[in-house]
T-cell receptor, first 115, second 115 residues
């Protein structure tokens, strides 16, 4: 079985542009969470989606938005990019049963560089 | 406030030596605790997962312990190898939702193994 797939792996954008990042969860997983990880820091929670509905939102501006599709894949959109948005964006999928021992599996991330 | 604190922040050891990383958490409710290994620029990879009733769990040269009473966990690495150089992140999960998501991350310990 494939793991969590993220695309693209690397991306370079200029300030003010918009970007869309994509995530395909593990087959059977219905929850996708997005995290931003700035170099040298731990991941910061952005969004969680379960069954196509937003179930949690971190402290990020409205320039960040996301959605989940019927096949449980997800997109993260960032508008009006700032230099500070440069980071590794991680997607994690789960069955959305926090009590489950299986927990969360992360993708390899998308490295976004804003110049 | 739900928090996960790790120590030390960074660690340098010689190849072949053992080391122990610490994780203290003040998180409620508690579902499980995972140790992840994260290579630079890559997504975190799970090493061990422990639920409330588990005290010790091993994965090859990695052994994690959990004391749910004192809310402490440790990750012991035996006979370190150069490939162990990475950041090790302690993550506690539960049904928090909201602005935190379901995962509370430590900031990680950056381990460097030197020849």
């Amino acid at each position: 079985d494939a793991g969590v797939t993220q695309s693209p792996t690397h991306l370079i954008k200029t300030r003010g542009q918009q970007v869309t990042l994509r995530c395909s969860p593990i087959s059977g997983h219905k929850s996708v969470s997005w995290y931003q990880q700035v170099l040298g820091q731990g991941p910061q929670f952005i969004f969680q989606y379960y069954e196509k509905e937003e179930r949690g939102r971190g402290n990020f501006p409205d320039r960040f938005s996301a959605r989940q599709f019927p096949n449980y894949s997800s997109e993260l959109n960032v508008n009006a990019l700032l230099l500070g948005d440069s980071a590794l964006y991680l997607c994690a999928s789960s069955l959305y049963r926090p009590q489950s021992a299986y927990g969360y599996t992360f993708g390899s991330g998308t490295r976004l560089t804003v110049v | 406030k739900n928090q996960v604190e790790q120590s030390p922040q960074s660690l340098i050891i010689l190849e072949g030596k053992n080391c122990t990383l610490q994780c203290n958490y003040t998180v409620s409710p508690f579902s499980n605790l995972r140790w992840y290994k994260q290579d630079t620029g890559r997504g975190p990879v799970s090493l061990t997962i422990m639920t409330f009733s588990e005290n010790t769990k091993s994965n090859g040269r990695y052994t994690a312990t959990l004391d749910a009473d004192t809310k402490q966990s440790s990750l012991h690495i035996t006979a370190s190898q150069l490939s162990d150089s990475a950041s090790y992140i302690c993550v506690v999960s539960g049904n928090y939702g909201g602005s935190q998501g379901n995962l509370i991350f430590g900031k990680g310990t950056k381990l460097s193994v030197k020849p």
